[in-house]
């Protein structure tokens, strides 16, 4: 049965967006905050200088939304607290991602970017996706690219800011840039080169500009790429010698060691100083053979070429 509910609504029309999130002002407020809420970050200290110069500008920029923000250089730490001019609840978690981010080597200009709407950020932590330190290194050079054209590309396509810097990757931008980023870097980590992925978003971005195939499944026009891992299965060994052999229930003779060796020669029961001796001996023997050969070397640049043994020339004679 339809419903006799649903009336006209001529105020509802295509062209208004219905997931656009207004701004939050100070007049939506409904006071100031019961509690003081606080976080706290470390940096290290070769970021001391940086912040130490770039402290104002921070400062400026959270000074808008009501919260103060402290450097302590002594214990090497950064503070956002919420003050009594504090009117939106959800400032002070974007003064949070900015603190973390500065930690993170992330330029001041930029990490302030955080404090505005439709903004978030995330810290991947790829250290421990590898064990191996050299393969590693490798796997993270790898989103960078070549001169940085890899990340470059993903910047492009996910439209996203992304800084690869020690044990982490940060990543700035809207949420389903930074669900992208976040795939294709753990991927990467897992020995799957992101380049599979950027032609795999290349395509999508395409799919998506068409209206007809806005609603369609995309699976079919994705490239399935198929791992080309060989088998690790244990190879058996192949015998290539068939001929028949007689057959005796004794085992081979094991191979005679060091020590049996030395035995039959006899320098297993020479002294110390023997010893000693018999190899300066034995060193002396190749030194002097070395010398001959090269004294040879010497003395062959020094033998005159053979005269070639032609016919004599005849000489021309003249009749007068």
């Known amino acids: 049965m339809p419903s006799t509910h649903k009336k006209e609504k001529p105020w509802d029309t295509d062209d208004i967006d219905k997931w656009k999130v207004d701004p939050f002002t100070k007049d939506e407020s409904s006071g100031p905050f019961l509690e003081e809420s606080s976080f706290m970050t470390l940096f290290p200290k070769y970021r001391e200088r940086y912040l130490k110069d770039s402290w104002p500008l921070v400062i400026k920029s959270l000074d808008k ?6 450097l302590d250089l002594v214990e090497g730490s950064m503070t956002v607290k919420t003050t009594r ?35 978030a950020c995330d810290i991947i932590k790829v250290r421990g996706m590898v064990r191996n330190k050299e393969r590693f290194v490798k796997r993270r050079q790898r989103i960078l690219g070549q001169n940085g054209t890899t990340l470059k590309a993903l910047e492009l396509l996910t439209e996203t800011y992304i800084l690869v810097h020690g044990n982490t990757v940060s990543v700035m931008g809207p949420f389903k840039g930074l669900k992208e980023v976040r795939r294709v870097v753990e991927d990467t980590m897992q020995n799957v080169h992101p380049i599979y992925l950027i032609k795999e978003l290349m395509i999508k971005r395409e799919l998506s500009k068409d209206p007809a195939l806005k609603h369609e499944d995309w699976s079919r026009y994705l ?37 049996d060796m030395q035995i039959e020669s006899g320098e297993y029961f020479l002294g110390k100083q023997a010893k000693q001796r018999a190899a300066e001996a034995e060193r002396a023997e190749k030194a002097k053979q070395k010398k001959e050969e090269k004294k040879r070397e010497r003395e062959r640049e020094y033998v005159p070429p053979e005269e070639g043994a032609g016919k004599p020339k005849k000489r021309k004679t003249t009749h007068d």
């Open 65 to 70: 939304y009501g919260i103060t923000a402290t």
């Open 223 to 259: 490239p399935n790429f198929k791992k080309r891992t060989l088998s690790k299965r244990r190879t058996p060994f192949r015998v290539t010698d068939k001929e028949k052999k007689t057959f005796t229930p004794f085992p081979p003779a094991p191979e005679k060691s060091k020590v």
């Open 85 to 119: 001019k504090t009117f939106d609840p959800a400032a002070i978690l974007n003064a949070r991602d900015m603190i973390k981010l500065l930690a993170r080597s992330v330029p001041a200009p930029q990490a302030l970017k955080i404090l505005e709407d439709g903004m």
